[in-house]
């Protein structure tokens, strides 16, 4: 089977930066992905990790280390709207199907 | 281009009943993928589709199935609804199976009584 951890909830203040981890075991890795979802709302992708390193885009970076089994999600100038649930989804070497964690409510405050 | 079009948004059922909820792909993509999201368990993952195959399946009980069509549009179906089959059914599409976004429909909310 596989386990994803990430934490339940987070609170930041406007204009901070916020960091969500995301550690994982599985077999067959290929690749992490990160989702945003406001409530109500579908999920929208935000980055894809298949290689260890950093991948930035604009105000949001992805991280990933394969042989630790850990990604983090880096949030720079927090703004109002980047209040939401942050989905961290591995996929295997097989098929299409993406495994989920438990989501990371993030809640910005003025 | 339009995205991923889940119908129905809402639906509300009884036990006992079935229910088929169809999706269509963004254009051009022809891989289709079917989740359940419900407060207590998170995303789970349902079943992928792609040239009309199910390549792989969840945990979940028999009495949920789905097709593709040559389209690439899918259907899913449940049938004997069951109180615990309240949640978001939501539907993802990709070019193609692997390491590619999956972008996902608004989802239907299924609300069963």
């Known amino acids: 089977g596989q386990n994803i951890d990430q934490p339940t909830e987070m609170t930041a203040t406007e204009g901070a930066i916020v960091q969500i981890n995301c550690t994982y075991q599985?077999?067959?890795?290929?690749?992490l992905f990160w989702y945003q979802q406001h409530a109500g709302e579908a999920p929208t992708f935000l980055s894809y990790n298949v290689l260890d390193g950093l991948e930035e885009k604009g105000r949001f970076s992805s991280f990933l280390s394969r042989s630790k089994g850990y990604s983090y999600l880096l949030l720079k100038e927090l703004q109002m709207k980047d209040s939401a649930s942050y989905l961290c989804?591995?996929?295997?070497?097989?098929?299409?199907?993406?495994?989920f964690g438990g989501g990371t409510r993030v809640l910005v405050k003025p | 281009k339009a995205g991923v079009t889940q119908t129905p948004r809402y639906l509300i059922k009884t036990r006992g009943q079935q229910v088929t909820l169809s999706c269509s792909p963004i254009?051009?993509?022809?891989?289709v993928s079917w989740y359940q999201q419900t407060p207590g368990q998170g995303l789970q993952f349902l079943f992928e589709y792609f040239s009309e195959t199910q390549r792989n399946k969840g945990n979940f009980p028999g009495r949920f199935s789905g097709r593709q069509f040559s389209n690439s549009r899918s259907e899913m179906n449940v049938s004997t609804l069951e109180l615990g089959d309240s949640a978001l059914y939501l539907c993802?599409?990709?070019?193609?199976?692997?390491?590619?976004?999956?972008?996902f429909g608004d989802g239907t909310r299924l609300s069963i009584l």
């Open positions: 989804a591995v996929i295997k070497a097989a098929g299409n199907k993406l495994t």
């Open positions: 599985t077999s067959g890795f290929n690749g």
């Open positions: 993802a599409s990709s070019l193609v199976p692997g390491n590619q976004p999956q972008h």
């Open positions: 254009s051009g993509h022809r891989s």
